[in-house]
């Protein structure tokens, strides 16, 4: 039988039942799960028990994953498989990072691997242990925020280029200084700013804090343009807040959205998500 989604806000997102996750989906499956995706921008399967090794093989159904340039801030034991968590190898809560230590780029809005030459379609994220307060994950429509631009501003946005960059990002977020290594994995590549979305056609904003400039435009210029179009971006109007449940696969399209974690007590409450990536493909 077709799918049903159901809708989760007004604006964005549907909840999906009858997909056992833990078996990669059939091609007709694959299809619709797709067009849900390029209409609605986040999916969510209720009530999944995933390996490891049964999100990766779910997720890999929708392309090849990507692997991940931070190897530093703890989770990235497999190139392909992320876990996002506030516990140590034991279980525990990790303790507060020494100063200048920090990363806080996923507190901060942003597109999914926006700065690898081909960065990622689409993102899978399964909830292991979630907070009873605060965590959840906002995601804000960049296509509704395109499309709510007068004529004059996509005018003046149309044609132009950004650079996307990993150092940059983690300065924009205040997070500790990018590694040699993480320099030579993701250099600057550029993207248009104003994207045409590879499934569906729709154009949408392509920015957020792994953006770095305009290019040919001053930088601090360029990178005040950026922000003033986030603030832009980001207005509650925009937004959809997923409060987690156990179990629930979280599924969004990284070409028409920009995410971030909301707050919540990170040395209190435990939080514990397996992710994966996939890639997408070039932007122009």
Not at 105 to 134: C, N, Q, R
Not at 250 to 274: C, G, M
């Amino acid at each position: 039988m077709p799918l049903t989604p159901t809708p989760l806000s007004d604006l964005l997102g549907v909840e999906i039942a009858g997909v056992d996750c833990r078996v990669p989906p059939s091609a007709a499956v694959k299809a619709e799960i797709l067009e849900a995706l390029y209409t609605h921008q986040v999916i969510v399967f209720r009530d999944q028990t995933l390996s490891e090794d049964e999100l990766i093989a779910f997720s890999e159904a929708f392309g090849e994953l990507e692997m991940h340039v931070n190897q530093q801030d703890g989770g990235y034991a497999r190139p392909n498989f992320h876990t996002v968590t506030n516990l140590d190898k034991d279980g525990n809560i990790l303790p507060p990072p020494e100063p200048g230590k920090e990363y806080n780029g996923t507190s901060a809005w942003h597109s999914d691997k926006s700065y690898m030459p081909y960065p990622s379609m689409a993102t899978f994220l399964h909830g292991i242990e979630v907070t009873k307060e605060g965590g959840e994950t906002l995601f804000a429509s960049l296509t509704h925020a395109y499309a709510a631009l007068d004529d004059e501003a996509k005018a003046r946005l149309d044609g132009l280029k950004c650079v996307h960059h990993w150092a940059q990002s983690m300065r924009n977020s205040k997070s500790r200084p990018a590694t040699e290594e993480e320099e030579r994995l993701a250099p600057p590549v550029t993207h248009p700013l104003i994207r045409t979305h590879p499934g569906n056609g729709r154009k949408s904003l392509y920015i957020g804090y792994h953006a770095s400039h305009i290019e040919g435009m001053d930088e601090d210029e360029g990178r005040a343009e950026l922000f003033r179009l986030l603030d832009f971006a980001t207005q509650d109007r925009f937004v959809y807040a997923h409060k987690w449940r156990v179990g629930d696969l979280v599924v969004w399209d990284n070409p028409s959205l920009v995410h971030k974690s909301a707050p919540y007590k990170k040395y209190e409450e435990r939080r514990h998500l397996h992710r994966t990536v996939v890639r997408g493909g070039a932007t122009f």
